[in-house]
C-alpha cells in the first residue's frame, strides 16, 4: 500500500512539473529588438518594407522604412503577441497602419489592417548582424 502510494505521489508530481514547464515555455516572453525584414500581402499589393524595433519590457517603439517612406513605431509585446501601428501618407491621406502577430524567436508573422483601405497577412524574418 505504502509502494502504491509513493507511486501515486510521485506520477503527480511529474505531471505537475510537465504541465508547469510546458506553462513556463508556453508564457516566456522574447525581446523583438533589432531589424526585421517584412513580406506583406494585401488586397491592394504587396511590399518588403524593414522595421527597426527597441523593446523595453512589455513597451515597443522603433522605425517603419518601406514604400511609404518612414515613421516612427509604438506598440507592445506580451508574451509572444506582437502589436505595433504607425501612421504614413498615402496618396494625400493619414492612413493608420495596425500590425498584430506572434513571434517565435527569429520570426513573426500575422494580419495587417491598413485604415479602412486594406488587410492582409505579413511575416517577418530577423536580419542578422554583420559581424
Known amino acids: 500500500m505504502r509502494n502504491l502510494l509513493f507511486i501515486l505521489a510521485a506520477a503527480c508530481l511529474f505531471?505537475?512539473?510537465?504541465?508547469?514547464?510546458?506553462?513556463?515555455?508556453?508564457?516566456?516572453?522574447?525581446?523583438v529588438s533589432g531589424t526585421w525584414i517584412f513580406e506583406?500581402?494585401?488586397?491592394?499589393?504587396?511590399?518588403?518594407?524593414?522595421?527597426?524595433?527597441?523593446q523595453d519590457g512589455e513597451r515597443l517603439?522603433?522605425?517603419y522604412k518601406?514604400?511609404?517612406?518612414?515613421?516612427?513605431?509604438?506598440?507592445?509585446?506580451?508574451?509572444k503577441?506582437?502589436?505595433?501601428?504607425f501612421t504614413v501618407n498615402?496618396?494625400?491621406?493619414?492612413?493608420?497602419?495596425?500590425?498584430?502577430g506572434s513571434v517565435e524567436t527569429e520570426r513573426m508573422k500575422g494580419k495587417l489592417e491598413a485604415g479602412n483601405l486594406a488587410s492582409g497577412t505579413w511575416t517577418a524574418k530577423r536580419q542578422q548582424e554583420k559581424k
Open 15 to 31: 505531471a505537475f512539473t510537465v504541465i508547469a514547464a510546458a506553462q513556463t515555455r508556453d508564457g516566456e516572453s522574447v525581446n
Open 61 to 63: 517603439s522603433g522605425q
Open 40 to 54: 506583406v500581402e494585401t488586397s491592394v499589393g504587396s511590399g518588403s518594407p524593414t522595421f527597426t524595433f527597441k
Open 90 to 100: 498615402a496618396q494625400g491621406s493619414d492612413v493608420a497602419m495596425t500590425y498584430t
Open 66 to 79: 518601406g514604400a511609404f517612406g518612414e515613421a516612427p513605431v509604438a506598440g507592445t509585446v506580451k508574451g
Open 81 to 85: 503577441e506582437i502589436k505595433f501601428s
